[in-house]
């Protein structure tokens, strides 16, 4: 996981467990990301809560490692 405070970039990389069924949520604070931001996956869906500032990552099942990415839009 990194964060680049100068260009906003957030990466996550995670390799997934099985076990786990609820989506990953990841903090999108509107300091950071005031008009929206861009996401790219390895795979998987995702949908952006704008009023509680969160992404909902669901990864598909086919892989073992997953990544996020946000960049400001």
């Given amino acids: 996981m990194s964060f680049d405070l100068r260009t906003r970039e957030f ?3 995670f390799r997934h467990n099985p076990r786990a069924t609820a989506p990953t949520e990841i903090f999108l604070p509107r300091l950071h990301y005031p008009h929206g931001a861009r996401v790219e ?5 995702y949908e952006v809560r704008t009023a509680e500032q969160v992404l909902m990552y669901h990864h598909g099942e086919t892989r073992e490692n997953h990544a996020v990415r946000v960049n400001p839009t």
């Fill in 41 to 45: 996956l390895s795979d998987g869906t």
């Fill in 11 to 13: 990466v996550l990389e």
